[in-house]
């Protein structure tokens, strides 16, 4: 059983920038397509950025675009959210996601994709 565990969260001012960890207890953590979600009150969960275990296999929900970087480090198990010029829209839970996939190594953008979840992060960003 996959382990998602998320840091980094908080209260930030709009303008501001945040980065979100998401630390994995998977042995082989290069086979895993990775995802950010976020899911605001009220809202469904929707994708904020997916990435895959092939170099350059990225995707980015449009209102983030040129905003958010996500990046993984497969040395470190981990998975990272660099989010830059933050808005109060960004406010909501943000969850990482896996799902093992050695034969496809390209993006998912779906969460019924996904098999593994972390416990999410509250990210706050006041006006």
């Known amino acids: 059983q996959v382990q998602l565990v998320e840091s980094g969260g908080g209260l930030v001012q709009a303008g501001g920038s945040l980065r979100l960890s998401c630390a994995a207890s998977?042995?082989?953590?290069?086979?895993?397509?990775m995802g950010w979600f976020r899911q605001a009150p009220g809202e469904e969960r929707e994708v904020v950025a997916a990435?895959?275990?092939?170099?350059?296999?990225?995707y980015y929900a449009d209102s983030v675009k040129g905003r958010f970087t996500i990046s993984r480090d497969n040395y470190k198990n981990s998975l990272y959210l660099q989010m830059r010029t933050l808005e109060p829209e960004d406010t909501a839970v943000y969850y990482c996601?896996?799902?093992?996939?050695?034969?496809?190594?390209?993006?998912?953008?779906?969460?019924?994709?996904?098999?593994?979840w972390g416990q999410g992060t509250q990210v706050t960003v006041s006006s």
């Open positions: 990435i895959g275990w092939i170099v350059g296999s990225t």
């Open positions: 998977a042995r082989t953590f290069s086979n895993y397509v």
């Open positions: 996601a896996a799902r093992l996939s050695p034969d496809a190594g390209t993006y998912s953008v779906h969460p019924h994709e996904y098999d593994h």
